[in-house]
């Protein structure tokens, strides 16, 4: 259940994001994945407003230009995040 996972991940962020001295990134996949602005939704409803950030590429192999120009299409649809 997608809504579930959601609230679980606003939960676990809420949770560490509390604690003080501690950083919390999402995964936000890769360039080849989904399309940035489909990302972007996807982190806001998880509640990536309470994260520090967010991580590209943690399991794959992709082009690092591919990435930062997906990383920084990404972070300007979250107001620079």
Do not use: C
């Amino acid at each position: 259940d997608q809504a579930e996972r959601v609230e679980l991940f606003r939960y676990a962020i809420a949770t560490f994001a509390a604690l003080g001295q501690t950083y919390v990134y999402l995964d936000a996949g890769h360039s080849d994945w989904v399309p940035a602005a489909e990302m972007a939704a996807r982190l806001r409803r998880g509640g990536i407003e309470r994260a520090t950030g967010f991580s590209l590429n943690i399991s794959n192999y992709k082009w690092t230009k591919d990435l930062v120009a997906y990383g920084k299409t990404v972070s300007a649809a979250l107001g620079g995040k």
